[in-house]
């Protein structure tokens, strides 16, 4: 694990408490900071400005007053909570002018990592070589929960996870101080918030005003506390100042966040499979969904905030595994990986590395197989609304005993949340394409005989649908209403029910023999992750360097706290197309459309730029600054992470990559991989004119 090459481009996530191993490469590129001022136990340092929003996205403290900065895509879903046709903030944005206008959102929680700590004696505590994988996986399991339980004990605040890094052959402990009082503060319109929409997403140039305001509140004693009236604004650490000096090509940047999940060091076999088969498959069904999503939302506005936050979620993904997909074989992943790979074998002749690639190349075709059906599972049968609403109920609210009564409070919440989303027509049209497709793609004897016996009975997947959904009770709120605790068979008893549980009684075989085989995968990738590194030893003893190209060793994310660098920095997609590394409001303009709504910015922007009203937010160029790109190597879970310059400032935050980079999960490419942030100049500008909430400038730390 000691053995980490020097790598050629900026490439990596590393973790914070290990970062003294990178800073001296950090200090050549540029930065001025130490490694404690990154990472500390004993002071405050940078980690403690930056925080896990929610469950899948970062934040940053940009005020003592525990002001926090995000994505607005970060936000969506709680920006959507609080909207309405009569309170549109969605379209609208919101802004309070004061405290008390701030609101609370319930289930919103941040955390801030406290510490980070190699904790692999401690896991593997008792491991014997000739245990068997399930019995490693059980001690693993035993000795993980009884750290946790010693350090967190009864404090519901604070959280700790075991981590294991390099597949399995490190393990990694995060502690955590988690608060749940989190308030929305400000959010712009989403024609500026998601402007360019999915036609943009993942692509560059890019002019997303992609940002939210939140402020952490706390107990008098700045404690994480439930939410009340009484409690008052956090008072962090450290909290990140802002540059307004702007950004050039060349600079030094870095990120600090939680990406989520990269797959850096896997076998050629199952990238083609990613690319060729897995990714255009859900690309496909996901198309699907979102031309039905994008006909009934713009028919209607009640439809449209129903499903925003819904057509994001399965739009992201779909945008993105078409870059990933053809990424891979633009940069002819799987070939170099094979070429890797055989090398690999012939070194590993009379070790205990030989024939491991073969294996692993098995292992992949085998699981291919039944991944292939779980994938259609997840992208059909659960993305009907109703059934997984009825999986959810069954899961959630009844008791596996016969005579236990239906947990109410549960039922009603769920039911609730569930309604104010739910537009039927959507849901039943998203069910006929998706189960037409399923019927032609998925092989005869694969198929689930319930699946083929309802669709002979109806004659097909539309009189199939008409059947479900004129006689359930999960689309009909009324008579979700009317349930009382003791009606739990006309819960189960349902027709939509029974599609469910058939459903999933086919998938679960498949399921597990996918975990079976999953099981011995990532046995053969612990051996092979500690293979290559003594491989590259090997390589390097002999001055050969790395195959790959002197790829440094670091552990795949896995939402974790990790520091990425590297430098702004344009690029050039294809042959006679060279791309800027920054944007402005003029590209706004440019692209400003009223007959297009992800196009249609609000009239008052189009008075700013038409008057120049720009106030103190442009550049050397008199333009302001909207969006920038650089060569950090992000991932999902990165987005609203602070980008900060050499000094430790903040510059921007993280909101997506460019479509010819989006492979990075798996392959890196110094020429195509760049990350796109927001500038925070153009931030300032929309609070400041937008929002009309420049007050919030009094509790900001500004450097030149």
């Known amino acids: 694990l000691t053995s980490i090459l020097n790598a050629t481009a900026d490439e990596g996530m590393w973790l914070p408490s290990l970062i003294s191993q990178r800073i001296g490469d950090m200090q050549a590129k540029g930065f001025k900071l130490s490694a404690e001022d990154i990472y500390s ?18 934040g940053e403290l940009i005020s003592p007053e525990g002001l926090l900065l995000t994505n607005h895509h970060c936000g969506y879903a709680q920006i959507q909570k609080h909207s309405s046709v009569e309170h549109d903030y969605l379209k609208d944005g919101f ?40 019995e490693r996986a059980e001690l693993v ?35 955590y101080r988690e608060y749940s009082d989190i308030r929305l503060v400000g959010a ?18 890019r002019h997303t005003g992609d940002f939210s305001l939140f402020r952490i ?5 700045n404690k994480p506390a439930e939410y009340s009236p009484d409690n008052v604004p956090f008072k962090p650490k450290k909290y990140f100042r802002i540059s307004t000096a702007g950004v050039k090509e060349g600079d030094f940047t870095f990120i600090y966040g939680f990406p989520g999940s990269t797959q850096e060091y896997i076998h050629s076999e199952w990238v083609r499979f990613i690319s060729e088969v897995s990714d255009p498959d859900k ?27 819904k057509k994001s979620r399965v739009a992201n993904a779909w945008k993105k595994w078409q870059g990933e997909a053809g990424g891979i074989i633009k940069m002819k992943t799987v070939e170099t990986k094979k070429a890797y790979e055989k090398a690999f074998a012939s070194w590993a002749k009379g070790t205990e590395y030989e024939g491991l690639t073969d294996k692993i190349e098995q292992l992949c075709k085998d699981l291919a197989e039944h991944h292939y059906l779980v994938d259609f599972y997840v992208e059909t049968v659960k993305a009907f ?146 293979g290559q590194m003594e491989y590259a030893d090997h390589l390097a003893a002999k001055g050969e360097g790395n195959p790959e190209g002197s790829k440094a060793f670091y552990p795949d994310a896995n939402l974790t706290l990790r520091v990425a660098y590297g430098h702004i920095k344009g690029y050039s997609p294809s042959d006679g197309v060279y791309y800027e590394p920054s944007s402005t409001l003029t590209g706004i303009i440019e692209k400003d459309n009223p007959e297009i709504f992800d196009y249609n910015i609000p009239q008052n922007l189009r008075d700013i730029y038409a008057a120049k ?92």
């Open 385 to 530: 609304e109703a059934a997984a609403f009825a999986g959810m109920i069954s899961r959630d609210c009844i008791p596996n005993e016969n005579d236990a009564p239906i947990n109410m409070v549960k039922f009603r919440k769920l039911t609730d949340e569930f309604f104010k989303d739910y537009y039927r027509p959507v849901d039943k049209e998203c069910f006929v394409a998706l189960m037409e497709a399923f019927d032609k793609k998925i092989p005869a004897e694969s198929k689930p005989k319930y699946f083929t016996e309802q669709m002979q009975k109806y004659g097909s997947a539309e009189a199939w649908a008409e059947y479900l959904l004129n006689n359930t009770i999960y689309t009909d709120f009324e008579k979700m209403n009317a349930i009382g605790e003791g009606d739990r068979e006309i819960l189960e008893n349902d027709p939509v029910k029974e599609y469910y549980v058939k459903m999933t009684e086919w998938v679960i075989p498949h399921s597990g023999k996918a975990q079976y085989i999953t099981q011995d995968l990532q046995l053969a990738y612990r051996d092979y992750m500690r």
């Open 283 to 309: 690309v496909a069904l996901r198309s699907l969904r979102l031309d039905i999503f994008n006909k009934y939302m713009s028919e209607s506005q009640a439809v449209r905030i129903q499903y925003s936050t």
């Open 41 to 58: 136990i004993n002071q405050a340092s940078l980690k403690d400005a930056v925080v896990l929003f929610g469950r899948g996205c970062t």
């Open 141 to 175: 399991r035993r000795n993980s929960e009884a750290l946790v339980k010693s350090i967190t004990g009864d404090d519901k605040t604070m959280k700790a996870t075991v981590e294991a890094l390099y597949y399995g052959n490190q393990y990694f402990l995060f502690v």
């Open 613 to 704: 009203d720009f106030g103190r937010w442009v550049d050397e160029n008199g333009e302001v600054p909207v969006c920038f790109i650089a060569t950090n190597h992000t991932t999902g879970g990165n987005s609203g992470s602070p980008v900060i310059n050499a000094d430790g400032d903040l510059i921007g935050i993280n909101f997506d990559r460019v479509w010819e980079g989006t492979m990075s999960d798996i392959d890196f490419d110094p020429d195509f991989c760049r990350n796109i942030s927001l500038d925070v100049r153009y931030i300032l500008f929309l609070i400041d004119k937008i929002g009309n909430a420049g007050y919030l400038f009094d509790e900001m730390t500004f450097t030149e």
């Open 217 to 221: 509140y706390a107990g008098k004693d």
């Open 95 to 134: 802004w309070a002018m004061n405290r008390s206008e701030e609101l609370p959102n319930d289930g919103l929680t941040v955390s801030f990592l406290e510490r980070m700590e190699d904790v692999t004696s401690v896991i593997l505590k008792g491991y014997d070589p000739s245990m068997k994988e399930n």
């Open 188 to 205: 712009p319109p989403s024609s500026i918030g998601k402007f360019g929409g999915e036609t943009d997403n993942w692509m560059w140039p």
